[in-house]
Every structure is written in structure tokens, then in C-alpha cells.
């Protein structure tokens, strides 16, 4: 395919995108409203008690006195132009903050998906060549075990036997800020408080891409063209490699850009439990604070990665199947 094709095939897809994303924020506007509560009554309340008028006062402040129609075409007349509002809870600009949590959950994240793909997949490949054999058996057993066990559970059993009991890894954070790491240093500390979240985040999704790996390569070498192929005396390993894999491959990828929503859900919690300092635990002190814009903000920005990381994804897809044509 040319590079003219594929750079319209982009901006085709991203404009396709904008009702999605414009709808996604259109709805959790509005679901926020139905929540019990705001930012005002809260302030009111940690300050134990504030007359009426004063909490009148805030509301109008924050811009929660107007209808919601109202606020809602304020929102999103700010929004074309990347104005997320104001943290009245953090002092801050809604937009800073989002930028300086956005990187610790994309490393979170990426390190996740690098290791639970290469982990998955090779365990389907595995699986696949060794069917109905003690090793395929022992793959199946630990992906469903690895499926099965919370998020939360795995990630606190980590801290108490590698943590607390050996020591061999940071019980929470991304860093040791007492130490003053820079450059490679810095490099390394990271990484080493990195082990542990990505372990707890990649249990899950590992067993899922190694139980999809598993069927669709047992379904590929089931095709008329594998047994085409051997009648040809192609070696199996060549059949494998060259033509089961990479066929085999798109599910695994297609469900990889599926699951990167639910990537962002389980970071919430595998972040709170590390104190991990991204937009998961963000979203979750945001919450409870009744930050609105905040996580207004948050939302935006997560629909946007999906989308961004769903448009990669087709694009790997095309260039994993040259059968598929992009015009």
C-alpha cells in the first residue's frame, strides 16, 4: 500500500472518531450530573457546616448554579479549544494536571501490554503446539487461574511475599524521591518500582491472549490452505511461522485494542494499590474530592487514547493481512 493511501486511511478514521468522542463526552457530562452531591456541598462539608448562602456562593463559583444544558454548551465550547476547566479541589488547571499523570499510566500501560501480548502469545503458541498434552494442559490451568484472581488480590500478595517479606522490590510509588535519581540512575529506579504494577496489571490479559491465541491457532492449522501447503511438502515449521502465526496473530491484536478501555479500568485500581501516581488514581481521589471537571477531564482524555490506540490497531491489521485493502 502506498503512503498516500494509508495517510488518508488515518484521516478518514479520525474523522469517523469525532461523533464517538463527542458523544462519549456528551454522556459522561450528563451521568456526572445524577451523581449525589458536588464539589460545593463537599468543601462545605470538610469545613464542618457553611450556611446556605455561602454553599449558593461556591456553586456559583464553580459554574453549578446554571442549568445543565447550559453548562453543557459552556463545556464544550471550552473543550474545541482544549480548555478542560479548572481543579478548584487541586489548585490547578485541569489540563496540567492531566499531562503530568498522563505519562506514569502510559508507561503502566505500555509496559503491561508489551508483556502480557509477548507472554500471552507465546503461551497460545505453545499451547497450540503441544494440544492436548500435559504441558497444554498445565498453559490452560494457569491462564484460568491467572483470569480468575482479582486485581487487587494479586497486587497486595506481591507487596506481602516480594516486598515485605524479601524486600526485593518498593512497596508503592513510581520513584524514590528522596533519592534524587537522574539519568540512567533514575532510569532504573523507575523500572524497578515498575515491576510490580505491570506484574499484577498483565495477569489478566495475559490469560486472555493465551487462551485467544491457543483457538485461533488450532482453528488456522485446520484450514484448507495449511493442508494445501503440507500436501505441498512445505516443512510444518515454515507453515507455522510464516502463515498460522501471522494469520493467527489478528484476533489476539483486534482484542488488544477491545480491551485497552478495560486497560484503563484495571489501572485504577492496580494504581491505588501501588500508589501509583497516574490518571487511575487521579480519577479515583477525583472522584470521591466531586472534582467534576476533573474527571470530566480524565474521561476526554481516556477516550481519546482509546481511540488512538484503536486506530493503531487497524492499522497493524492491515499490514498483518495484506488481503485487506484500504483504497
Known sequence: MGGAALGRYIV??????????????ILNFLLLQLAPGDLATVLAGEAGGAPKEYIDQLRQR???DQP???QLFHYLRNLVVLDLGY???????????LLARLWPTLLLMGSTLLLSLSLGVGMGLLAALWVRTWKDHLIS???????????????LMLILVFSIKFGWFPTSGMEDVVAFNVGFARVVDIAHHLVLPTITLSMFYLALYARLMRASMLEQRGLDYVTTARAKGIPERTIVTRHVFRNALLPVV??????????????????SVFAWPGLGQLAYQSLFARDFNLLLGIFFLSACLVVIVNLVVDIVYVLLDPRIRIG
Open 12 to 25: 478518514r478514521r479520525l474523522l469517523q472518531t469525532l461523533p464517538v468522542v463527542l458523544g462519549v463526552v
Open 62 to 64: 464553580f459554574g453549578q
Open 68 to 70: 445543565v444544558l447550559v
Open 87 to 97: 481543579s478548584f479541589r487541586q489548585s490547578a488547571p485541569v489540563l496540567d494536571l
Open 141 to 155: 490451568v494457569a491462564a484460568i487461574i491467572f483470569y480468575a484472581t482479582p486485581l487487587f488480590w494479586i497486587g
Open 254 to 271: 483486534t482484542m488488544a485494542g477491545i480491551q485497552f478501555g478495560s486497560l484503563l479500568g484495571g489501572s485504577v485500581v492496580v494504581e
